[in-house]
Structure formats: C-alpha cells, structure tokens
C-alpha cells in the first residue's frame, strides 16, 4: 500500500518501534471504539503510529507531517 496521508503526531492513540505492538494497540482499541483505525508510520525506522482516521484527517493543521499508510484497520 503506497499512500501518504498527514497527521499531527500528536493526535495519535498508540506509538512503538514494533510493528506488532501497534498493531494489536489497534486492535483493542478498534474492538472498543469501533472506529477505522490506521497505522502509519513517517519513515523507514521511525515509529509506528496508530491514528483514528476520521478524528486526525478532520484535525488536520500545519503541525501535520507526512506519513505512509501502512495497514488500515476497518473490521
């Protein structure tokens, strides 16, 4: 998946060098909110991140910075 899309890392639910880690932040997050989540990260060896999609992409500022879609989280 090859898309850019630009948070306020500030705005994010979950952080981790491991992907897994995040990845199952997001699960139980997204088991409780029931909310599209996605998992970004802004470069190769930066953190993972996990977003609430709808909130980040409403709140978008100029403290946004460009990240790559990793995994989109919807079920």
Do not use: W
């Amino acid at each position: 998946m090859s898309e850019s899309i630009f948070f306020n890392p500030g705005q994010s639910i979950s952080s981790s060098f491991d992907f897994d880690e995040a990845y199952t932040a997001a699960k139980i997050y997204r088991h409780k909110a029931a909310k599209p989540l996605l998992i970004v990260q802004e470069k190769d060896g930066q953190p993972y991140y996990v977003f609430d999609e709808s909130q980040a992409v409403k709140e978008e500022n100029a403290k946004a910075k460009e990240f790559a879609v990793l995994k989109r989280i919807t079920d």
